[in-house]
């Protein structure tokens, strides 16, 4: 008769009481989905990567702190979208932008890729700045492209919490980035809506991104 496998909640408690085992065993069970995590809030595999094993950490140094309210993949999420955060906020602090490389008397045809990575990391740095109950259900839902249920579920929230909280978040996000849709007049940016076409990504199933 084989023993049944550890739940999740097991494996954090045995590692919580000391067991040297069990964190590598529960990261091992999640670490691809925590990866895509990653990959899908930082764009960049190098970034990601060092987000990650900073998540892995903080879980490993905070696993003390988990009550069992949600579950462990919650748990995790939230910790890899959080160090994810931590880390573009860290970046914009001291920002290095490097100048695109073309040869003398050649129009460069990096200006809009420049742009554009400018414009992605205001972005991420304004949801930085967002209350965590509102900033996860947007990077759930306008960031990672999950559909309002499926976030609802993740997060274990009714899915009416989730389109408040997202439409409460959409409307700082318009207020932080009103500059990037009228640089004239950043202030006349206020409806909720208004930021969709910023943060927005495809819903999963829709095709790729």
């Given amino acids: 008769m084989t023993t049944a496998a550890p739940t999740d909640a097991e494996l954090l408690s045995a590692h919580v009481d000391g067991d040297p085992h069990a964190f590598n065993e529960l990261v091992r069970r999640h670490r691809d989905r925590m990866w895509a995590v990653a990959m899908r809030t930082m764009r960049d595999p190098e970034e990601a990567a060092d987000a990650l094993q900073d998540a892995c950490i903080s879980a490993f140094r905070g696993a003390d702190r988990f009550r069992g309210q949600s579950q462990v993949t919650?748990?995790?999420?939230?910790?890899?979208?959080?160090?994810?955060?931590?880390?573009?906020?860290?970046?914009?602090?001291?920002?290095?932008?490097?100048?695109?490389?073309?040869?003398?008397?050649e129009p460069s045809t990096g200006t809009d890729d420049m742009?554009?990575?400018?414009?992605?990391?205001?972005?991420?740095?304004?949801?930085?700045?967002?209350?965590?109950?509102?900033?996860?259900?947007?990077?759930?839902?306008?960031?990672?492209?999950?559909?309002?249920?499926?976030?609802?579920?993740?997060?274990?929230?009714?899915?009416?919490?989730?389109?408040?909280?997202?439409?409460?978040?959409?409307?700082?996000?318009?207020?932080?980035?009103?500059h990037l849709r009228n640089p004239d007049d950043s202030a006349n940016v206020t409806g909720p809506n208004s930021s969709t076409g910023v943060v927005g990504a495809p819903r999963r199933g829709e095709g790729p991104r």
């Fill in 74 to 105: 919650t748990w995790l999420h939230r910790i890899v979208v959080n160090a994810c955060l931590d880390r573009i906020r860290r970046r914009q602090a001291r920002p290095t932008v490097p100048l695109p490389e073309h040869d003398a008397g």
């Fill in 115 to 178: 742009a554009q990575r400018e414009t992605t990391l205001e972005v991420r740095v304004a949801l930085a700045e967002l209350p965590e109950d509102q900033r996860l259900p947007i990077v759930l839902v306008d960031v990672e492209g999950y559909s309002v249920a499926e976030a609802a579920e993740r997060l274990g929230l009714a899915q009416g919490t989730i389109k408040s909280r997202c439409a409460r978040g959409r409307v700082k996000l318009a207020k932080l980035l009103g």
